[in-house]
């Protein structure tokens, strides 16, 4: 899709996950944005928007970050269409975050049909040792619900471990989306070409 202002590519992405996960600020972080401790719920939705240059082109990337919430739900299913990339985030010190993520797909899918590329994050994993061991989600089983979820949908999904407090690995998810979307897109405009 293109900006009719500017003609730059358009790529859309939506942030899901339960609420107090690190959504906010994984999308803070990633538009370069500080830290802020504590905890503020997002109401409804909230919008951001970061021209990247990617591929030799600038693309408008509008990242959809909603409130994790069941109270939102309703107005959750309006933001998903015309999205062409999820962010499923959960938090490694809060299993069931993790175990709820299944039912986040399930929400996307009601809303998408068939889902777009997938990053999925286990988010703090700065706080991933400062928590009793048995309570904490392992790197294995974020890789594992990928996998599953993959073979499942047979979605283009990848797994990052994240923490938007230091930083880590949240470029690299992006990026890694972004050409994600991209390849599906080409992969779309050549079908469309051929058929």
Partial sequence: MKDQDDGSKIMKAVLIGDGAVGKTSIRRN???????????????????TKRVLFDQEVVKFI???????????????HYYAGCNGILLV??????????????WLVEAFK????????????????????????????TEEGQKFTEYFIEKLGVPAVFHETSAKTGTGIQDAFT????????????????HFIG
């Fill in 30 to 48: 990633y538009l370069g944005e500080d830290f802020t401790e504590g905890h503020i719920a997002t109401i409804g939705v909230d919008l951001a």
């Fill in 63 to 77: 990242i959809w970050d909603l409130a994790g919430q069941p109270t939102f739900e309703k107005v959750r299913g």
């Fill in 90 to 103: 959960y938090s490694v010190t809060d299993r069931d975050s993790f175990d709820n993520a299944s039912k």
């Fill in 111 to 138: 809303n998408m049909g068939p889902l777009p590329p997938t990053i999925i994050i286990g988010n703090k994993t700065d706080l991933r040792h400062s928590y009793d061991k048995k309570k904490y989600v392992t």
């Fill in 176 to 191: 890694q989306l972004l050409q994600m979307m991209s390849d599906e897109e080409e992969k779309k405009e050549s079908e």
